[in-house]
């Protein structure tokens, strides 16, 4: 297949590129770099040993993207570009809005020109909202979300049911991420968040890297085996696998599906703490602190239906996402 990464310098794009390759696929990316490096791509080009064609364009541009799908036919899209910072979008919730949707709108538009109506979708586990129950199905009922960031994916994941409902012919997969860490084995590429990390792996590999003196454990008064939040950490590269598996489960059939990619299983942070002192041998120092507004006890997936429809599993343990996070960040220590 000839498949279209928006967002494909990204994190999680450029891990997904370099699994697309492997499994024969060819990839196009667009990206506009406001939140990822061109020296991502020149490293999927390195790991890949393959050139990737790469057009510098905001997906909100509806003259760079009709230039774009005049020059390739594409049989998939993959859309991951998009603004993603929780706390970010509660300041700057316009900008939220007007970026994760009409980036949406002008692709899906541009698509529908042209014909190409696949599309494998960037969503979040943040759909569901607070919880009632874990861990978390498809099929269950998103009560809302905590923030602007998780209102674009929910309100995204809308938009391309109704493309589904409309016009029978799309064939549309919701990917509902739970929390990817990690990087590749190569050490080449990771993830690169642009000043102090909100999540706690960067955070970590910074205490780790001494660039932040310790970490602050947020609430230790939750309702899990030590206190601490619980979350479905799962690898890029697993991650990046499932979109290989949806983009060909996408290709060959109509309408609209939702599926979890994480392992089911949760782990808290002072299980990630410890997994990652003990794996890279670093002492991690921490404090707790209040519990962060938003937050929940656990979140973690069902994974079964990934496992059905796509012939899927998540593979590496948290030793893997441990040891191949410090990996990155000990030869990256100023990010690409
Ligand atoms: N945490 C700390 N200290 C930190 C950072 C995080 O204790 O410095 C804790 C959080 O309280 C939480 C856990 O670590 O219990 C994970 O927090 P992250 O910020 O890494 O991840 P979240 O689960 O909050 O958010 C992630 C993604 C969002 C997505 C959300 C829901 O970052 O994009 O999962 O799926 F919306």
New binding site residues.
Partial sequence: MQILLTGGAGFIGSHTAIELMAAGHSVVIVDNFVNSSPEAHRRIEEISGQKVPLVEADVADRDAMEALFSEYQFDCVVHFAGL?A?GESVQQPLRYYRNNLDTTLTLCETMQRHGCKCIVFSS???VYGVPDEVPLREDMFCKGCTNP??WTKYMIEKILMGVCDADPEWSVVLLR???PIGAHESGRIGENPSGIP????P?ITRVAAGTLEK?????NDYQTHDG??V?DYIHVVDLAKGHVKACQYAEGRQGCDIVNLGTGVGYS?LDLVKTFEKVNGIQIPYEISPR?AG?VDA?FADPKKAAEVLGWRAEKNLEDMCRDAWNYQKNNPKGY
């Fill in positions: 993603k929780v979040s586990a943040t960031y998780g991420y739970f929390n909100n999540n706690l792996m955070y970490l602050h454990v947020f609430g601490t939040g979350r942070v962060r937050d979140c």
